[in-house]
């Protein structure tokens, strides 16, 4: 069985993995996080866009 050293240790190419996969959930989160940003702002514009037409009416 392997151990948690040499498993993080990644065959010595520990160096090149890990950014790898830190730089992939950096990525992930800030898509994540602009398209919670992007939902919100449609929200607005369409709650606006209905009350302005009830006001209208």
Not at 5 to 15: I, Q, V
């Amino acid at each position: 069985m392997i151990d948690l050293g040499s498993f993080l240790a990644m065959g010595g190419y520990a160096a090149y993995v890990w950014p790898a996969y830190g730089a992939g959930v950096v990525i992930l989160a800030a898509v994540w996080f602009d398209g919670l940003r992007r939902r919100r702002a449609v929200e607005r514009a369409l709650q606006a866009v209905a009350q302005s037409r009830e006001n209208d009416a």
